[in-house]
């Protein structure tokens, strides 16, 4: 595997989830947390000593195409147009052509074409669950596709001034 293809890799796998403190928070869900900024699909727990902890407390805490589902015991985060994960999503064959579509969708959104291409190659080495956190972030704003990701960035012009794009973070 090469350098390129394990950075994609690796990016994509973020997908699953991240925690940071580098996030821009006039993206939906995005939320201040004292010097931090909890992702989203987090609350801030307390402002004082900047901890941010898994659930969301409003759709405030929520991508663009999320919602605040506060039935559960613990509430999550969950998309308002793709099925959750207990109707068990679409068939396999369909979740990795849903994240292939989701890489041409990040091209759109800055992705290099080369890494389009290793992005597309990438989804059929992920598992199903995988795949299919990757083809949630399909169609957002480019402004949340990267945040969906746990990265980020795709591309230089949205890092700071200053600020290279370098395998997903901005430095």
């Keep these: 595997m090469t350098f390129r293809s394990t950075l994609v890799l690796s990016f994509l796998l973020s997908a699953l989830g991240a925690c940071g403190d580098d996030a821009a928070p006039s ?12 992702q989203p699909g987090q609350y801030c727990e307390d402002s004082r000593f900047s901890s941010c902890v898994d659930g969301c407390l409003s759709d405030a805490n929520c991508l663009g195409n999320q919602y ?62 995988q795949q299919q956190a990757v083809a949630n972030c399909d169609g957002l704003a480019c402004s949340a596709t990267p945040g969906c990701l746990g990265i980020d960035c795709f591309s230089d012009d949205q890092c700071g001034f200053g600020e290279e794009c370098v395998g997903g973070a901005c430095l």
């Design 27 to 38: 993206s939906q869900g995005y939320t201040d947390c004292g010097s931090v900024t909890c």
């Design 68 to 129: 605040c589902d506060t039935a559960d015991l613990v509430p999550t985060c969950l998309n308002r147009s793709t099925p959750t994960p207990m109707d068990g999503g679409p068939p396999p064959a369909d979740r990795l052509a849903a994240c292939q579509s989701a890489c041409d969708h990040f091209q759109t959104c800055g992705l290099a074409a080369g890494e389009t291409a290793q992005c597309r190659s990438d989804c059929a080495a992920l598992t199903s669950d």
